[in-house]
T-cell receptor
């Protein structure tokens, strides 16, 4: 149980385009999902907390206009990287946990984004 | 001082060895402690999840939490080449599962056949 699916797993696109990444909780409902960014050989860096039906909460230094987050249902959150540039190339990972207060977070398999 | 300290390694051991991975932390409000395993270019996979102090065992894995020392450990018995990965410790306070995690930097482990 507690499976989180992320799509796509790898995307390559030209500079200036926008890219949407989906995060789905497959067998549970998640009122909150988290989006992380990870650089090679580094730990996860929290970008934002996505709340179903309300605005996301962004961490300090993360541009909310660059990284648009939508959490329209209890099983789906999306991250859109707008007008992507090579410096946005990274590994993006989402996580979610079932609504019970003592449940751990489970992670998707990540999306490798390469901007040419 | 960082909230969570974890030796990044790398750590290299022979197959069958007992592996000990550790994290220290400074925030006494942390109540829930996790160990995740991350293979290259994959998302973290939950290995162990513990609350407060004590031990928890699951197969070859044992997690220990010592809140008085602000120290957590993960032991891997009879290590296998398939255990080669980065191990991340993570923790959060008692506010609920929707509270964000604080991660260690991760320890890169290689188990040699």
């Amino acid at each position: 149980g507690a499976v989180v699916s992320q799509h796509p797993s790898w995307v390559i696109c030209k500079s200036g385009t926008s890219v949407k990444i989906e995060c789905r909780s497959l067998d549970f409902q998640a009122t909150t999902m988290f989006w992380y960014r990870q650089f090679p050989k580094q730990s996860l860096m929290l970008m934002a907390t996505s709340n179903e039906g309300s605005k996301a909460t962004y961490e300090q230094g993360v541009e909310k206009d660059k990284f648009l987050i939508n959490h329209a249902s209890l099983t789906l959150s999306t991250l859109t990287v707008t007008s992507a540039h090579p410096e946005d190339s990274s590994f993006y990972i989402c996580s979610a946990s079932p609504g019970h207060s003592n449940q751990p977070q489970h992670f998707g398999d990540g999306t490798r984004l390469s901007i040419l | 001082q960082k909230e969570v300290e974890q030796d990044p390694g790398p750590l290299s051991v022979p197959e069958g060895a007992i592996v000990s991975l550790n994290c220290t932390y400074s925030n006494s409000a942390f109540q829930y402690f996790m160990w995740y395993r991350q293979y290259s270019r994959k998302g973290p996979e939950l290995l162990m999840y513990t609350y407060s102090s004590g031990n928890k065992e699951d197969g070859r894995f044992t997690a220990q939490v010592d809140k008085s020392s602000k120290y957590i450990s993960l032991f891997i018995r009879d290590s296998q080449p398939s255990d080669s990965a980065t191990y991340l410790c993570a923790m959060r306070n008692s506010g609920g599962s929707n509270y964000k995690l604080t991660f260690g930097k991760g320890t890169l482990l290689t188990v040699n056949p």
